[in-house]
């Protein structure tokens, strides 16, 4: 006869307080490097080395912060829901009331941060459990984490769905409600949904990408709803999303804001000074290392003053400037030609976005809402980037007044060095001035007597 498992089935899933260097054991994705580069067209190429910048996968300590805090809030519910096998068989056979006593999660950050990569990460350092027996049932799934991912359209039933069917276990479902009335179709689902969630061990459920639902019309109050739902369904929600929806919800009504938004969590772009920073790089030339001719101790700082540190904006500039290179049949890539490429018309939209980060980190003051976190308490870490933000507009400044106070002899060497910089040309408005009448006696006579007349 098979033992009685212990709660350790449960709650030995999720690290208990791990170190940064365990975690990026268990999440890193390290560089693959691409050789032979340069023998397809430039856009095949482009796209294999833009895949894989993007397969890398380097965990900041900020990263890091974020993922011991969700392993530490799944043992916890863990802790509270499967304490012991007799708790959870309780569970199996009694109707399961939604469950509210913790409150929703708001994980955010700016677009391209890697929101979406820590979700992921976050599923490498719990790992994936075989099923187990106890004493009476066999087979009994053991799933740590539901993830979900939103769409424009999604609703309850779209995501709950395709996790409910097909059972694949052989654990049978447990009775509906034995109340006499018939039940909604979503009052059911969600009912099945938490029974089934009990039966899997689940302690956390992910739902991602929410920021598409802002596109539909009154988003705002079916997003309300939608977080609500997921809420009541037993496991730990988190929710993730950018700063825009978090800006919506912020003008719902109080108990709404109070239930939603009082748990944040924030993933920041990390600091051009920290060593997470240097190792980002490093990890990414090493996907290009016949490509690449750039230092990360170096051109860290000027690569980051381009990209603001965002990891989905560092990639784009570094394809962009390996495509624009192979279009002038060169096969490596500077620092010079990553400067070319950030001023190219290409990266208007990226260049435009880092101008105006740069901007509300030194004023303070926001300029964009989906560029401004709507939590005013921000770490220390990112009162240093603030600090770099202003030095860089000093030395900005004074490199510029330099520049002007240049001969004409001496600003075509410094271009001789830099290489030439395109600029984009403005179209100048002309504006037609007709030409004066031409001056008579009698003009001139009318113009002396207006003239007298004010004095």
């Not at 187990?132 to 740590?144: K, R, V, Y």
């Not at 990408?209 to 739902?229: H, V």
């Not at 490596?332 to 976005?353: G, K």
């Amino acid at each position: 006869m098979t033992s009685p498992k212990r709660a350790t089935n449960w709650i030995d899933r999720f690290p208990e307080s791990p170190s940064d260097a365990f975690i990026s054991s268990r999440v890193k994705i390290p560089a693959k490097p691409i050789i032979g580069l340069g023998v397809s067209s430039s856009d095949v190429d482009a796209r294999q080395l833009e895949a894989g910048l993007k397969q890398v996968y380097f965990p900041t300590s900020n990263a890091c912060d974020i993922l011991r805090r969700f392993s530490s809030i799944g043992r916890a519910h863990a802790l509270e829901y499967f304490p012991d096998t007799p708790s959870y068989v309780s569970g199996l056979y009694h109707d399961l009331a939604p469950s509210t006593n913790s409150l929703p999660i708001c994980f955010t950050g700016l677009a391209g941060v890697g929101k979406t990569e820590l979700v992921k990460a976050f599923e490498r350092l719990i790992g994936t459990y075989p099923a187990f027996n106890i004493a009476g049932m066999e087979g009994i799934p053991n799933i740590a984490g539901w993830y979900m991912r939103v769409n424009e359209r999604a609703s309850i039933s779209q995501l709950l769905l395709p996790i409910l069917e097909p059972i694949t276990s052989p654990v049978s479902e447990y009775s509906e409600s034995s109340s006499g009335h018939k039940s909604p179709d979503i009052v059911r689902l969600l009912q099945r949904a938490r029974r089934r969630a009990h039966r899997d061990g689940v302690c956390v459920a992910f739902a991602d990408e929410f920021q598409f639902r802002t596109q539909s019309q009154d988003a705002t109050a079916l997003i309300t709803k939608l977080l609500y739902q997921l809420w009541t369904l037993g496991p730990r929600l988190v929710f993730v999303s950018n700063y825009s929806l978090l800006h919506t919800l912020k003008r719902r009504p109080d108990q709404d804001r109070d239930r939603l938004l009082s748990s944040p969590m924030v993933l920041h772009p990390c600091s051009s000074r920290s060593d997470d920073w240097n190792k980002i790089l490093e990890e990414l030339f090493r996907v290009g290392p016949d490509v690449f001719r750039l230092n990360a101790a170096q051109d860290g700082e000027a690569l980051h003053q381009f990209s603001f540190g965002v990891h989905r904006r560092l990639v784009d500039l570094l394809v962009l400037a390996y495509r624009m290179q192979r279009d002038m049949k060169k096969l490596t890539v500077s620092l010079a030609d990553i400067e070319r490429a950030q001023r190219c018309e290409e990266f208007s939209t990226h260049r435009e976005t880092v101008n105006i980060l740069i901007e509300q980190s030194i004023t303070k003051k926001m300029v964009r809402p989906d560029l401004w976190c709507p939590f005013q308490s921000l770490p220390s870490n990112n009162v240093v980037h603030s600090d770099e933000m202003v030095d860089r507009f000093v030395r900005k400044v004074q490199n510029d007044q330099l520049r002007s106070s240049l001969t004409s002899e001496e600003r075509g060497v410094v271009e001789a060095i830099e290489g030439p910089k395109h600029r984009s040309r403005t179209r100048a408005n002309v504006v037609a001035i007709g030409r004066p009448k031409a001056l008579t006696r009698e003009t001139l006579l009318d113009g002396e007597a207006c003239f007298d007349e004010t004095l």
